[in-house]
C-alpha cells in the first residue's frame, strides 16, 4: 500500500479505487511532489525508489522527518509501532498525514493519538477510502434524502474476515453511513481469538463472525459474514446497495403503492465525480493544509469516525470476551492489546 498495487486489486476493482498506493496518490497530485521514500527493508526501498524516481531513501524515519520535514506524510507500516510513528512526526511539525489502517494495537494508544488528532491544525485521513467514492457518496444521500422513508439498518458484508485486517473498512462504512449518530453499544461474536501473556493481551487477529453497532436512534448497524463486498442501507421502504466494491449501485423498492418490490439499477442523476483511490483523502488533507474550512470540517467528520471505528474494534474484542454481550464504548478494559498475527504476519 505504500508503493504497488497488487495485481489482483489491479484486474478485479472498478475505476474509483485508483491511484491506490501512497505513492502514486502523491505522485498524482497536483500540488505535491513526492520528495522521499523510506522503508526498513532495503531491497523493497531500492525498488519503489526505482520505480518513481525518488533519490532520498531512508531506512530511518525519524532522519526522513528531520532532514524532509514533509508538508504530507503517508504511513503504510505493520500496525505495530504505527501509533509512535503517528504521534512522532505530528511532535516534529507534520501536519498532514494519511495512514494506513487499524490505526493502533491498543486501548492506551488510541488515548494518545485521540489528544492529537482532536487538534484543529492536524489533519489525518487512513485507509478506509470507501466515504470518499462517489458511488458511496449518492447512496448515502439517497437514504437520507426521505424518499424511502427513515434509515433503519446499515449491513457491511464483506465475507469472512479477520478484525484489524479487513473490518476497519466495515466500520467505516457503518459510521459512514450512521452519519453521525451516537454509539449506544456493540456486539460481538468472534473466532480464533488466542490470548498471549493475558487475556486482555491478544495475539491472533480475531475472525469476526457477526458484529453490531448499535446507535442511540435505534439503526444498527451490522457486519456480517455474507459475500458481494457490499453497503446495504435498508430504509423503510427500500433497500439502498453499494454492490462490489463500488462496482454499481443498485434500489429494492416498490414502483408504485401496493406493489412488491423490485429490484432495479439507480437510474437517477450520479452524484459529482472526484477523485479516486487515495488520492481521494490526499486531497482532501491538501486543501485542509490550503485552508478550505469547508475540507478542515469534513476532516474534523474522519477523524472523529477514524478513533470511533478503532474503538468499536476494541468493543468488539470486550464484548466477545464478556459472551457477547452489548458493550459502551466507554467501558473497555484500558489494558487490551491486539497484536494482530496471522501466521507470520501482522495487520
Known amino acids: 500500500m505504500g508503493a504497488f498495487t497488487s495485481e489482483t486489486v489491479r484486474q478485479h ?28 527493508d532495503a531491497e523493497a526501498l531500492a525498488r519503489a525508489a526505482s520505480a518513481y524516481g525518488v533519490a532520498a531513501t531512508y ?29 512522532d512526526a505530528i511532535d516534529r511539525g507534520v501536519r498532514a498525514l494519511h495512514v494506513e489502517k487499524p490505526l493502533c ?14 487538534r484543529r491544525d492536524v489533519f489525518v485521513s487512513y485507509g478506509a477510502v470507501r466515504r470518499f467514492f462517489a458511488i458511496y457518496r449518492q447512496a ?16 457491511v458484508n464483506l465475507g469472512s474476515g479477520a478484525l484489524f485486517w479487513t ?6 462504512l457503518i459510521l459512514f453511513a450512521a452519519g453521525g449518530r451516537s454509539v449506544a453499544g456493540v456486539q460481538a461474536r468472534l473466532a480464533d481469538v488466542f490470548a498471549g501473556m493475558s487475556s486482555c493481551d491478544i495475539e491472533s487477529d480475531p475472525r469476526v463472525v457477526v458484529a453490531t453497532v448499535h446507535f442511540e436512534d435505534g439503526v444498527a448497524g451490522h457486519i456480517t459474514q455474507a459475500l458481494g ?19 454499481a449501485l443498485e434500489i429494492y423498492a416498490a414502483r408504485k403503492a401496493g406493489a412488491y418490490p423490485t429490484l432495479a439499477a439507480f437510474d437517477g442523476e450520479a452524484a459529482a465525480p472526484g477523485p479516486g483511490g487515495t488520492l481521494a483523502p490526499v486531497s482532501q488533507l491538501v486543501a ?38 452489548i458493550v459502551q464504548p466507554g467501558a473497555i478494559d484500558d489494558a487490551i492489546f491486539i497484536r494482530a498475527r496471522t501466521g507470520a504476519r501482522s495487520a
Open 140 to 155: 448515502r444521500q439517497l437514504a437520507d434524502s426521505g424518499r424511502y422513508g427513515p434509515l433503519r439498518e446499515i449491513r
Open 288 to 325: 485542509c493544509l490550503d485552508g478550505d474550512a469547508a475540507a478542515i470540517d469534513q476532516n474534523s467528520i474522519v477523524k472523529r469516525d477514524m478513533l470511533a471505528g478503532q474503538q468499536i474494534a476494541f468493543s468488539m474484542l470486550q464484548s466477545h470476551m464478556e459472551g457477547s454481550r
Open 167 to 172: 473490518h476497519p473498512h466495515s466500520i467505516d
Open 59 to 87: 531506512t530511518d524515519a525519524h532522519r526522513l522527518f528531520d532532514e524532509v520535514r514533509p508538508v504530507l506524510l503517508g504511513i503504510a507500516t505493520r500496525t505495530i509501532g504505527r501509533a509512535e510513528l503517528i504521534l
Open 229 to 247: 463486498a457490499d453497503l446495504v442501507l435498508s430504509c423503510a421502504d427500500a433497500e439502498i446497495t453499494v454492490r462490489a466494491n463500488g462496482t
Open 105 to 118: 494495537n491498543s486501548v492506551r494508544e488510541l488515548a494518545a493519538l485521540r489528544a492529537v488528532l482532536e
Open 13 to 40: 476493482a472498478p475505476a474509483c479505487w485508483f491511484p491506490l498506493s501512497h505513492a502514486e496518490a502523491i505522485r498524482d497530485h497536483a500540488r505535491l511532489c513526492l520528495r522521499a521514500l523510506c522503508d526498513v
